[in-house]
């Protein structure tokens, strides 16, 4: 079975920057993803870890440690339109590839 | 450009009702994943489909859910009958697996209220 745990939520000041973190257990690791969720819409697709080390792509960035079950995503340069939920999902290779997310970090970016 | 649509956006419906939800995939993708997301719970997988059949349901309550894709261009869920727990946001996914990171792409959703 999985278990994803993040925190809740996070408050940030516009300009900053935010780590959010996540560690899970799995039995059949076979990636990690991080979504992006605004109120009332569907999670976005934001980054993809499979191997150790860190993505970047822009703003954001997302490391992963797989000895640990261990990962975070980092937003630098925080902007308003960050506000949302933050899902962490780690799909399982021996059950059909399907994705277990965690209950979400909701960040609150403040001017 | 490609989207998941999913219909109808929103539902309110009364308990004992049936209630229909429907998909459209993005064309090519052979995965689907029907997932249900409430503030308790967060986003839980009910069903999953490849190439039209499907995979894994354990997340779905059997007696009174039931998914299908009757072709490769529509996706069903449906509850018979409706209870007031059933109120949720339900969300379809599609994704291909012929390579790539293999990430889901998600519809809009179907925001459903059982009174």
């Known amino acids: 079975g999985q278990n994803i745990d993040q925190p809740t939520e996070m408050t940030a000041t516009e300009g900053a920057i935010v780590q959010i973190n996540c560690t899970y257990q799995?039995?059949?690791?076979?990636?990690l993803f991080w979504y992006q969720q605004h109120a009332g819409e569907a999670p976005t697709f934001l980054s993809y870890?499979?191997?150790?080390g860190l993505e970047e792509k822009g703003r954001f960035s997302s490391f992963l440690s797989r000895s640990k079950g261990y990962s975070y995503l980092l937003l630098k340069e925080l902007q308003m339109k960050d506000s949302a939920s933050y899902l962490c999902?780690?799909?399982?290779?021996?059950?059909?590839?399907?994705?277990?997310f965690g209950g979400g970090t909701r960040v609150l970016v403040k001017p | 450009d490609a989207r998941v649509t999913q219909t109808p956006r929103h539902k309110v419906t009364e308990m004992g009702q049936e209630v229909t939800m429907r998909c459209q995939p993005i064309?090519?993708?052979?995965?689907v994943f029907w997932y249900r997301q409430t503030m308790m719970q967060g986003l839980e997988l009910l069903a999953y489909?490849?190439?039209?059949?499907?995979?894994?349901d354990s997340g779905m309550p059997k007696d009174r859910f039931s998914a299908e894709m009757p072709d490769a261009t529509l996706a069903t869920l449906k509850i018979q009958p409706s209870e007031p727990r059933d109120s949720a946001v339900y969300f379809c996914?599609?994704?291909?697996?012929?390579?790539?990171?293999?990430?889901?792409?998600f519809g809009p959703g179907t925001r459903l209220t059982v009174l």
């Open positions: 996914a599609s994704g291909s697996r012929t390579g790539g990171i293999n990430e889901q792409f």
């Open positions: 799995t039995s059949g690791f076979n990636g």
């Open positions: 870890n499979v191997l150790d």
């Open positions: 999902a780690v799909r399982d290779g021996t059950a059909g590839n399907k994705l277990t």
């Open positions: 064309l090519g993708h052979n995965t």
């Open positions: 489909f490849r190439n039209r059949a499907p995979l894994d």
